[in-house]
């Protein structure tokens, strides 16, 4: 459990800046992060398109999710008998 949670975390830390190059638009194509709210920006991952600020709530629920599985406590053998 505990490699699963570090694998979420990494994730985690990956998912916003795998989006963000797909947030360029415009002539320029230049990401517009101070320009406009995140809530207005639209992402792709892969096929999915949404907006910004949902890809960095599903990024911080990984590393939250991997973070519980990290401080669990690991599976006492003797209980298993």
């Known amino acids: 459990m505990r490699t699963l949670g570090k694998l979420l975390i990494i ?3 990956l998912l916003p800046l795998i989006a ?4 360029a638009f415009g002539t ?3 990401i517009p992060l101070l320009n406009i709210s995140l809530s207005n920006m639209n992402a792709r991952i892969g096929s999915l398109e ?3 600020d949902r890809v960095v709530v599903w990024a911080l629920l ?3 999710l991997g973070l519980s599985f990290c ?3 690991a599976a006492d ?3 298993k008998h």
Not at 20 to 23: D, K, N, Q, R, Y
């Open 50 to 52: 949404m907006t910004y």
């Open 77 to 79: 053998d003797n209980l």
């Open 11 to 13: 994730w985690g830390s």
């Open 28 to 30: 320029y194509a230049i």
């Open 71 to 73: 401080v669990m406590p």
């Open 20 to 23: 963000l190059p797909s947030t």
């Open 62 to 64: 990984l590393v939250g």
